[in-house]
């Protein structure tokens, strides 16, 4: 990875620096002390650069699964935390609005997809994500999808309790796209 990809994903990652920060710690629920150690040492990390993939990489290689259940614990909890404020900034929580609010900035920019409206709900799909394409090349997929997909239905949880999601495939797995379905729980 150069120096420019670097740039690139240090500035669409961002967030990941404060999710895996010291401070936010105590503001998480782990179920065990490996659980809060492992959380230590992910927040040692330089969340920002590529190197990050090869650092993940090694603490999976050394702990193992524990890795991945902390990480998607911290994303979970953080990705809930973050869409319910910005659900505090709308009038309204609709399917519609979540679409508005999260995917059509990054439209055509960092993601290609069509929505179809069903009497059941909303099926998007995905078939060009930037985050996707920025993982391919620093073999990063893997854990891109732990850090940005599977905080997906928690971001709807966060929007909307009473919205639900589904979806059966990815990008960042190789599928063809990523299905995104929205709905209204009864």
Known sequence: MNEQDD????????????????DKRDVLCFTDQEQRA???????????RSGIIAQLDALQERLGPIVVDVIEAV?????RRVWTEV?????????????RVLWEP???RL?????????DGVQMRCTRCFYADLGKPIGGTKWFYHLLCMGDPDIVEGFNPKMGFRRTKTLMEGHDCCDHF???KE
């Open 38 to 48: 492992l959380f230590d040492e992910l927040a040692t990390l330089d969340w920002r």
């Open 75 to 79: 994303v979970a909890q953080s990705s």
């Open 111 to 119: 993601f290609d997809y069509t929505v179809e409206i069903r009497d």
């Open 106 to 108: 990054g439209r055509g």
């Open 7 to 22: 740039t690139l994903l240090q500035s669409h990652i961002r967030w990941l620096s404060d999710w895996f920060a010291p």
């Open 87 to 99: 659900a505090q900034q709308e009038t309204s929580k609709t399917i519609d609005d979540l679409i």
């Open 182 to 184: 929205y709905f209204m």
